[in-house]
């Protein structure tokens, strides 16, 4: 069973902070790479930040200097934390991870998201 769930979305003002957490089951210990997306109304989902099992990590333009992204191993839980949230922001985030193997007939799984209002 493979299952990605998401949680610490919510509403804060701006230059405020958040951090999200993404749970994941089944999968963990087979992923290769961790990510978190991002999909505002009106535009394309786009990754935010990635983290690879070596530990690089990699950031979008936009965020860099303001997120982080990490992993807990023991807990089976990526990361994200997000400072000086900015109203561009918003919007509904999703955790992906991806594996080198095909597990439950796939390579790549996503979270349902949770959302992300910064107000301004």
């Known amino acids: 069973q493979v299952q990605l769930v998401e949680s610490g979305g919510g509403l804060v003002q701006a230059g405020g902070s958040l951090r999200l957490s993404c749970a994941v089951s089944g999968i963990f210990r087979f992923t290769n790479v961790m990510g978190w997306y991002r999909q505002a109304p009106g535009k394309q989902r786009e990754l935010v930040a990635r983290l690879t099992r070596g530990g690089t990590t990699s950031y979008a333009d936009s965020v860099k200097g303001r997120f982080a992204i990490s992993r807990d191993d023991t807990n089976n839980t990526v990361y994200l934390q997000m400072n000086s949230l900015k109203p561009e922001d918003t919007a509904v985030y999703y955790c992906?991870?991806?594996?080198?193997?095909?597990?439950?007939?796939?390579?790549?799984?996503w979270g349902q998201g949770t959302q992300v209002i910064v107000s301004s």
């Open positions: 992906n991870v991806g594996t080198l193997v095909r597990i439950a007939g796939s390579y790549d799984f």
